[in-house]
């Protein structure tokens, strides 16, 4: 069974300071990796995705890959209110199939 | 901006009712997916087609069922709706090869059909 696997939450963060949010995946062969942002009652949107072991930014996100310890992770700086809202983590496999989804982490950021 | 569109946005409905719930994406994406996703709850995969003709079940059990008979088109029904199916559908599409530099091979979702059944 592939899993994904993030803290559930909530995550509270001042506004202005850096949310750290962190993911696991037992899938080895995973290639492609996925953070996705969903506000309550809306369907996810795409905000960052990563293929190569690193960091990836754009703007105040900057996605890390680890495919040797399986651990991908987002931070968000400069936090701000708008930026509440569950965060999920997707992992495509290494065949492209299917994608497996974390089950999401509630960050709250404090004006 | 994801072109891939739900109908209806909303329905409330009467226990024993057949409905159909509508997904279509302009992007010519072979492999296209349904969720569902009570509220503050994680996403769970009910259906998911590769193709033309081609349906399969996703990991969590589910009454409805799915057809494939256009690339575009790929609708969810129940045959007779009950309460316990008062839920978010979410309707999702990708690209069926990733290729790096080319593609990000993400997941593209609808706006999603939230059903009540009473």
């Known amino acids: 069974q592939k899993e994904v696997e993030q803290n559930s939450g909530p995550l509270s963060v001042p506004e202005g300071a850096i949310a750290s949010l962190n993911c696991t995946y037992s899938?080895?062969?995973?290639?492609?990796f996925f953070w996705y942002r969903q506000y309550s009652g809306k369907s996810p949107e795409l905000i960052m995705f990563?293929?190569?072991?690193g960091d990836k930014e754009d703007g105040r996100f900057t996605a890390q890959l680890n495919k040797a310890s399986q651990y991908v992770s987002l931070l968000i700086r400069d936090s701000q209110p708008s930026d509440s809202a569950t965060y999920l983590c997707?992992?495509?496999?290494?065949?492209?199939?299917?994608?497996?989804f974390g089950p999401g982490t509630r960050l709250s950021v404090l004006p | 901006e994801a072109d891939i569109y739900q109908t209806p946005r909303y329905l409330v409905i009467g226990t024993g009712k057949k409905i159909t719930l509508e997904c279509s994406q302009t992007m010519g994406h072979d492999k296209m997916y349904w969720y569902q996703q009570d509220p503050g709850m994680e996403l769970h995969l009910i259906h998911y087609s590769y193709g033309v003709n081609s349906t399969e079940k996703g990991d969590l059990s589910s009454e409805s069922t799915v057809s494939r008979i256009r690339t575009e088109h790929f609708p969810l029904t129940l045959e007779s709706a009950r309460p316990s199916h008062t839920s978010q559908y979410l309707c999702?599409?990708?690209?069926?090869?990733?290729?790096?530099?080319?593609?990000?091979?993400?997941?593209?979702f609808g706006e999603g059909s939230r059903l009540t059944v009473l």
């Open positions: 999702a599409s990708s690209e069926s090869v990733l290729r790096v530099g080319h593609n990000t091979g993400e997941l593209f």
């Open positions: 899938d080895r062969g995973s290639q492609s």
């Open positions: 997707a992992v495509r496999d290494n065949y492209g199939q299917n994608f497996v």
């Open positions: 990563i293929y190569s072991n």
